[in-house]
């Protein structure tokens, strides 16, 4: 089968169209992206002139339709009602009259992204107050990023769809890896080794108990993890990658049929254990503390969709 139609142009306009807006990455949907951060390009961490690996990322959705041509892209960005956030921005909220389509269906502003891929720069869109933002460090080099990270606030922002203003971003993940699970230090403030991911997510939960981030919510990502569904609970909203679909999951819907040491659950029990229950923290950490700070309800939990099981192994 053909992978091009080169009578397409030849196509009513309004079936062309219809075509496209049919292409268009679900408007109302949450993402995921995948960002590797490099310290060396830029200490804000503005997500924006970073090395992107689009192959798994949300944004690769429509990267397609921003190059096609100049049609594809009018309704892309009519998609997202671009024209729209653009003068809402600019104009005076009191005085600004929204277009009857679009008051009352968009709560989050889009933002973009510079992805950078072989010598090529193209910006996608991204929603940072709904969409999931998953970080890894540039050569595998978390000691530079958290050496440079904005820890007070965790405050990472997305360009808005002009350069006028920044977006924050409100869900920061980590794909969880199983070698987390060894070694694990006898006390969890001993986890921030400053410089790898484990010491990355165990600062960031630091900064939450303080209060300095409260708006940003932690994910933890395991792509191998089996999942049953609750009966008791009405499973969340699909999260999209580029070619995967991905379900918020609590730690008590992971099924185990290997070794439990090695396992997303494990680790995460023996983390909020050490998080909620221990009293052993220096002082200068917890003379910080957030009383109601909880870190199992902090820390969020995403799988595969296709990994579900409809009923547990014996």
Same mark, same amino acid.
């Given at each position: 089968?053909?992978?091009?139609?080169?009578?397409?142009?030849?196509?009513?306009?309004?079936? /062309?169209?219809?075509?496209?807006? !049919?292409?268009?990455?679900?408007?109302?949907?949450?993402?995921?992206?995948?960002?590797?951060?490099?310290?060396?390009?830029?200490?804000?961490?503005?997500?924006?002139?970073?090395?992107?690996?689009? %192959?798994?990322?949300?944004?690769?959705?429509?990267?397609?339709?921003?190059?096609?041509?100049?049609?594809?892209? &009018?309704?892309?960005?009519?998609?997202?009602?671009?024209?729209?956030?653009? !003068?809402?921005?600019?104009?005076?909220?009191?005085?600004?009259?929204?277009?009857?389509?679009?008051?009352?269906?968009?709560?989050?502003?889009?933002?973009? *992204?510079?992805?950078?891929? +072989?010598?090529?720069?193209?910006?996608?869109? *991204?929603?940072?107050?709904? +969409?999931?933002?998953?970080?890894?460090?540039?050569?595998?080099?978390?000691?530079?990023?958290?050496?440079?990270?904005?820890?007070?606030?965790?405050? *990472?922002?997305?360009?808005?769809?002009?350069?006028?203003?920044?977006?924050?971003?409100?869900?920061?993940?980590?794909?969880?890896?199983?070698?987390?699970?060894?070694?694990?230090?006898?006390?969890?403030?001993? =986890?921030?080794?400053?410089?790898?991911? /484990?010491?990355?997510?165990?600062?960031?939960?630091?900064?939450?108990?303080?209060?300095? %981030?409260?708006?940003?919510?932690?994910?933890?990502?395991?792509?191998?993890?089996?999942?049953?569904?609750?009966?008791?609970?009405?499973?969340?909203?699909?999260?999209?990658?580029?070619?995967?679909?991905?379900?918020?999951?609590?730690?008590?819907?992971?099924?185990?049929?290997?070794?439990?040491?090695?396992?997303?659950?494990? =680790?995460?029990? /023996?983390? &909020?254990?050490?998080?909620?229950?221990?009293?052993?923290?220096?002082?200068?950490? %917890?003379?910080?503390?957030?009383?109601?700070? %909880?870190?199992?309800?902090?820390?969020?939990?995403? *799988?595969?969709?296709?990994?579900?099981?409809?009923?547990?192994?014996?």
């Amino acid at each position: 089968m053909a992978s091009t139609f080169h009578q397409f142009s030849r196509l009513p306009v309004e079936v /062309r169209l219809q075509i496209w807006e !049919e292409a268009c990455f679900p408007r109302q949907s949450r993402g995921l992206h995948y960002a590797t951060l490099d310290a060396t390009l830029d200490a804000t961490y503005h997500f924006v002139s970073h090395h992107f690996p689009g %192959s798994r990322s949300a944004y690769s959705w429509d990267g397609g339709l921003w190059m096609a041509c100049k049609e594809s892209r &009018v309704v892309l960005e009519k998609h997202h009602f671009m024209k729209e956030w653009k !003068e809402s921005e600019l104009a005076d909220p009191t005085e600004y009259q929204y277009s009857e389509s679009w008051m009352g269906s968009e709560k989050e502003a889009p933002g973009l *992204v510079a992805v950078h891929d +072989d010598h090529q720069v193209w910006h996608c869109v *991204v929603y940072p107050a709904r +969409d999931i933002f998953c970080v890894t460090a540039y050569n595998n080099d978390w000691e530079s990023v958290m050496e440079s990270w904005p820890w007070h606030g965790l405050l *990472v922002t997305v360009p808005f769809i002009e350069d006028f203003t920044t977006l924050r971003v409100d869900n920061i993940a980590l794909e969880f890896d199983p070698i987390w699970n060894l070694d694990l230090p006898t006390y969890l403030w001993q =986890f921030d080794d400053g410089k790898s991911s /484990r010491g990355f997510l165990a600062r960031m939960l630091v900064e939450k108990a303080r209060g300095d %981030s409260r708006a940003t919510n932690i994910w933890l990502i395991d792509n191998n993890a089996r999942w049953q569904a609750n009966s008791k609970r009405k499973l969340s909203p699909v999260v999209y990658g580029c070619d995967r679909e991905y379900i918020e999951v609590g730690v008590d819907d992971i099924y185990i049929d290997g070794p439990y040491k090695y396992s997303i659950k494990d =680790f995460i029990r /023996r983390l &909020v254990y050490d998080f909620d229950y221990d009293d052993d923290w220096p002082c200068y950490y %917890s003379s910080t503390w957030e009383s109601e700070f %909880s870190a199992k309800e902090t820390i969020r939990l995403l *799988v595969r969709r296709d990994n579900q099981m409809t009923k547990y192994l014996d």
